[in-house]
């Protein structure tokens, strides 16, 4: 099982960065007249003039988007390999003698602690009992928005192209790691996807973000 965290390019990222930090206006940028000393993705490192258009925009964002989609089929395959073959003869992932075991299955601790011991994997760090069970409780919003939309994939007519937009709510939620953070959003599925989560209690809506701060709940 790989960890669902779609890894962005931080080279590219870095040249839009820089590219955007030295613009000094949006239409050098799309004429592409940015000087810039150099890039780590483009003109060998040496000086001279870069930009980008939508195009590099959509880019960058449809990556991210595109990985967040075969990782959520790959988990569907690591739990139940068939789910492909079924769903091409029947148009559903599951047979219904399969559909309750994936209920409880993808509700459970142990998926929990699978996905906390792949983040460990995948950071080449301790995957000692105590430690899955620590970045278990931290991550745990980000793994109860995976496995929710998990099981609506695998057992109702979710469409991971209608919901591509979830890989970005997933990387906010990873600031819940640090008990200073709290999310402030008026997303209200993201709440929704989230409401079995130990941390729900820092994904706020404004108003309620407001209150906490007049009733110096935060420190």
């Known amino acids: ?46 000086s001279g003039f870069s930009g980008f258009g939508p195009a590099g925009i959509e880019l960058l964002v449809s990556g991210p988007k595109n990985s967040w989609k075969e990782i959520i089929e790959n988990l569907a395959t690591d739990n139940f390999p068939s789910w492909r073959e079924h769903f091409q003869q029947t148009g559903k992932r599951l047979p219904d003698e399969l559909r309750r075991d994936a209920e409880v299955r993808l509700n459970s601790h142990t998926e929990r602690l699978k996905l906390a011991a792949s983040f460990l994997q995948w950071l080449n760090g301790s995957t000692e009992p105590t430690s899955v069970e620590e970045v278990a409780k931290r991550l745990d919003a ?51 996807r989230t409401i079995r989560s130990t941390q729900k209690d820092r994904i706020l809506p404004f108003e309620a973000f407001l209150q906490k701060l007049r009733q110096g709940s935060f420190h």
């Open 142 to 192: 980000v793994i109860e928005l995976t496995l929710f939309v998990l099981r609506e994939f695998l057992l109702r007519e979710y469409n991971l192209e209608k919901h591509d937009s979830d890989v970005y709510d997933q990387f906010q939620l990873y600031y819940l790691l640090l008990d200073r953070f709290v999310i402030v959003s008026a997303d209200s599925d993201l709440t929704k």
């Open 1 to 46: 099982m790989s960890f669902p965290h779609p890894q962005l390019p931080i080279e590219l990222i870095s040249d839009y960065l820089t590219v955007v930090r030295l613009a000094k206006s949006m239409q050098d940028i799309l004429a592409k007249r940015v000087r810039v000393n150099r890039l780590m993705t483009k003109g060998l490192g040496h």
